[in-house]
């Protein structure tokens, strides 16, 4: 299957923005047999012992079920390979090689997605940077793949906008924004080089590169999707068109370095958190671990064999590469890819880029950047709840003792974030704190029955969370709109848990009009960003949570009324089952013997959500969990061993 396709074919597949698929494979398809489309075999392929390929209008012939992540196993393999020779010195000229395997590995897509590097075999930013992010599961899987956002419709929606038709102190204003608010927390590109960039591009414009251009749009697009509260419409718009003329200005991008490019998929990524309908979060940050890993960013250089600037450089890319990936994986519950043990580098200088040479750092310069290392510090803490509660990560202390302990170090993070008010960053904060307080107290696989008091501060963390979102919509600055989707999904779904599972007594702490209140605050927030992100009303995730929620505030109400304890209604096993099933969409849940059971209340019950098809109205698998997870990632720790020789 190395040949899928020939380019013609591809851009036949391709000429509307996406490839639609049978619910068939291409076996069954071809014989007109029922197939229930099972990922990654159907079950007449797996009985007959064929392989299973799927079916793609248009190309008739079969292609690998996971078209990404065969790709992405294929440039593995060959990658790998790559190393295992340069370890053996067999290649002298390991760059040049690099490049024929990503031929290889590419072809025949490369002319298909119409690379500017076809002649040198890269394919750089395929259209896989550019589409939609994912919903959180299992409501990706409720979104057909012809109606989730692409690089075509967002393009055509948005039109490029010519840099030099912006007004100078426009220019200035975002450029102001994006140095000082967005530069110290997520430091990809350094204030110098920034400075150099915007020179190039509005002062001496012959000098300007592509890469140039396509920098400077994605830092003034991000910046205008931050100043919504100057005008939420009007600034979105901007950021849109902005990041077109990114998009434009990439496919004619030839990249002499690969720092440049990974500090271009890390803009990307950045934008992407504030416009998931734009760019994929997952791809664009999977690509920047590949990248740090191919650079051997993950270990330190020596000072002898580079300049102080280069060193920090290293560190500060792999610092927002891995504070990025922390966070997404914590919140997607899927493991980090890189285990701890393989990681030496160290932290990137705190001060301002102004006060680093050649030679080294002079640590009494302004604490610029302190910002990102705070910022990272949080990160850490997310990778070790969802390690403990999600992983089941040995513990060498009582599991209530651990709870408190996270408890109290986020809070020690939170007032110290509060310093960075004055600063204007880590706006956030709150969010921030109000989030991780509510993953450490809501049901997970390692605690699938916490006490009372857990729940109680669960849903009192579940309220701060929301009312900060709604005061931020309010005022036009929810700007990152990936997490605020996320965040507030979890909310909802975790307080008609709570209504559903502990109606008996929650009563006790929390009036129903105040738990109706926060589950229609959820609605509401996720209506506003369904304005700015369409996929999530096509996705059906709002209306699946208000039916979940009328069912469960009806009991609520009727129990509130009679105050007669814990009633029985008509439908209660399937609406039990569907809160499990958005609970744990991933099929996380462990066996209740090998989950841990804290004392002070009654057992819930924990459903295998394999047992509950079409509970949801739910096609086919989660893409976390087809070719999203970290299963569809390459070994790295196999990865990283074989690239001391970097």
């Keep these: 299957m190395d040949e899928i396709a020939n380019p013609a074919e591809l851009r036949k597949v391709f000429s509307d923005g996406h490839a639609r698929s049978s619910t068939r494979c291409f076996r069954c398809k071809n014989k007109r047999l029922k197939c229930r489309y099972e990922f990654p075999a159907c079950n007449n392929c797996e009985k007959e012992g064929h392989e299973c390929f799927a079916w793609v209008k248009g190309l008739n012939k079969p292609v690998p079920r996971s078209l990404a992540l065969y790709l992405e196993n294929r440039v593995a393999e060959l990658e790998i390979k790559l190393a295992e020779l340069s370890v053996n010195r067999i290649l002298d000229k390991s760059e040049e090689q690099a490049l024929a395997f990503a031929r290889y590995a590419a072809a025949p897509f490369v002319d298909a997605f119409e690379s500017s590097e076809c002649d040198r075999g890269v394919v750089n930013f395929p259209f896989l940077y550019f589409r939609s992010s994912s919903l959180p599961a299992p409501f990706d899987s409720m979104l057909d793949n012809s109606e989730r956002g692409n690089m075509k419709r967002f393009v055509e929606e948005h039109p490029p906008v010519d840099l030099y038709s912006i ?24 204030r110098l080089e920034l400075k150099q960039i915007e020179f190039k591009v509005f002062e001496s414009r012959d000098s300007a590169s592509s890469y140039d251009y396509a920098a400077i749009s994605i830092a003034l697009a991000i910046s205008a999707a931050t100043l919504t509260h100057k005008g939420e419409k009007k600034s979105l718009s901007s950021s849109s068109v902005l990041f077109s003329q990114a998009i434009v200005q990439l496919t004619h991008t030839f990249w002499e370095s690969k720092l440049k ?28 671990l590949r990248l740090c890993l191919d650079l051997g960013l993950h270990k330190d250089v020596q000072m002898e064999t580079s300049t102080m600037i280069d060193i920090d450089l290293r560190r500060r890319l792999f610092l927002v590469t891995t504070s990025m990936s922390r966070h997404l994986s914590s919140v997607l519950r899927i493991a980090f890819p890189i285990p701890d043990n393989l990681i030496s580098a160290e932290k990137p200088a705190t001060v301002d880029d102004s006060f680093i040479t050649e030679k080294g750092i002079d640590p009494s310069g302004p604490q610029t950047k302190a910002a990102a290392l705070h910022f990272y510090q949080f990160r850490l803490y997310e990778t070790e709840v969802h390690e403990v509660l999600w992983l089941n990560k040995e513990l060498n202390i009582d599991a209530e003792q651990w709870l408190d302990n996270m408890d109290s170090k986020v809070e020690k993070w939170y007032l110290k974030a509060e310093e960075f008010a004055k600063l204007n960053q880590l706006r956030f904060r709150l969010i921030c704190k109000a989030s991780l307080q509510t993953r450490l107290r809501r049901r997970t696989p390692r605690i699938t029955n916490p006490p009372r008091p857990s729940y109680v501060k669960l849903v009192n963390s579940l309220a701060l969370l929301i009312d900060e979102y709604l005061r931020d919509s309010r005022s036009g600055q929810v700007f990152y709109l990936l997490m605020g989707v996320y965040y507030i999904e979890e909310a909802a779904v975790n307080l008609a848990d709570v209504i559903w599972t502990q109606s008996d007594w929650i009563l006790d702490f929390f009036t129903p009009d105040f738990l ?39 009991r609520l109400f009727a129990i509130a009324k009679n105050r007669s304890g814990f009633e029985t209604f008509e439908g209660d096993d399937q609406v039990s089952a569907q809160i499990e099933q958005l609970l744990f969409p991933q099929n996380d849940v462990l ?48 990865y990283v061993g074989l690239q001391d020789w970097v």
């Design 591 to 638: 066996a209740p013997e090998a989950s841990l059971h804290l004392p002070g209340n009654k057992p819930s019950s924990v459903l295998d959500s394999r047992s509950m098809p079409g509970l949801l109205s739910i096609n086919k698998q989660s893409s976390w969990t087809d070719s999203f997870n970290v299963d569809g990632l390459l070994n790295l720790e196999e």
């Design 167 to 190: 007004p100078t102190d426009v220019v200035q204003i975002l450029m102001l924004n994006y140095t000082s608010y967005h530069q110290p927390q997520y430091p990809i590109l350094s």
């Design 516 to 554: 109706d209140s926060k589950f229609k605050g959820c609605i509401d927030l996720l209506l506003r960003f369904s304005e700015r992100w369409p996929d999530i009303t096509r996705g059906k995730m709002i209306q699946t949570l208000k039916d979940i929620y009328f069912k469960a505030s009806k």
């Design 261 to 288: 490019k990974l500090q271009i998929t890390l803009l990307i990524a950045h934008y992407a958190f504030a416009n998931p309908y734009a760019a994929d979060i997952w791809y664009a940050i999977r690509e920047c």
